[in-house]
């Protein structure tokens, strides 16, 4: 089982803001995620990364962008908030393959409410 | 193109009782991986269940298993002697192993468990 991490769990902020929602694992994998959530809905693919120095756009343009300087870290930025960026964020990892089953270890998510 | 259907929206169970929800998916992969997952009003995702394309044993995991009919292409969850605690949204995945790193979700069921 992974240990995955996001912060903060709850954030509300005003339009305009530039924020950044951050994620962490300790297990080393390196394949990492994030998607966007509205309460009850699907989940939509943000970005993800395959490791260090590799990201790619997910099919949900949300005017964010990430970075993967580490493996264990994988933040994600908001430049200028705005309402319809409010949503859950769940940030997720994957173990290499041929570690174990292929799925992925969700984090606790953030909620971000923008004003 | 990767696809999951969930049709039903909203299930109602009583507690004890065994209860399905319907998963359909459409790919172009001859190798797949099909999961489950559990979201609880807290909203963190939690994994459940696996299974590959190449398995020809539906997948069990305690209380629950999957119902896997490839040629229908339908991976139903099972849950069986369903608990209080099992109300939750359940959301059906699936990834390719040859179209890349994205996991398709479906738009969830939201099982509710009578006492």
């Known amino acids: 089982e992974a240990d995955i991490y996001q912060t903060p769990r709850y954030l509300v902020i005003g339009t305009g803001k530039k924020i950044t929602l951050e994620c962490s694992q300790t297990m080393g994998h390196d394949k990492m995620y994030w998607y966007q959530q509205d309460p009850g809905m699907e989940l939509h693919l943000i970005h993800y990364?395959?490791?260090?120095?590799?990201?790619e756009k997910g099919d949900l343009s949300s005017e964010s962008t990430v970075s993967r300087i580490r493996t264990e870290h994988f933040p994600l930025t908001l430049e200028s908030a705005r309402p319809s960026h409010t949503s859950q964020y769940l940030c997720?990892?994957?173990?290499?393959?041929?570690?174990?089953?292929?799925?992925?270890?969700f984090g606790p998510g953030t909620r971000l409410t923008v004003l | 193109a990767q696809k999951i259907t969930q049709t039903q929206p909203g299930m109602f169970v009583q507690e004890k009782e065994a209860v399905t929800l319907d998963c359909t998916y459409d790919t172009s992969d001859q190798s797949y991986g099909l999961f489950w997952y559990k979201q609880p009003s807290s909203g963190e995702m939690i994994f459940l269940i696996y299974q590959g394309s190449y398995d020809e044993q539906n997948a069990t995991e305690g209380r629950y298993s999957l119902n896997f009919q490839k040629a229908r292409k339908s991976a139903n969850l099972v849950i069986s002697a369903s608990q209080l605690g099992d109300s939750a949204m359940y959301f059906c995945a699936m990834r390719g192993f040859f179209t890349g790193n994205q996991f398709y979700f479906g738009t969830g069921t939201s099982l509710t468990v009578i006492p």
């Open positions: 990364s395959y490791g260090v120095n590799s990201t």
């Open positions: 997720a990892s994957r173990l290499p393959p041929g570690q174990g089953i292929d799925t992925q270890y």
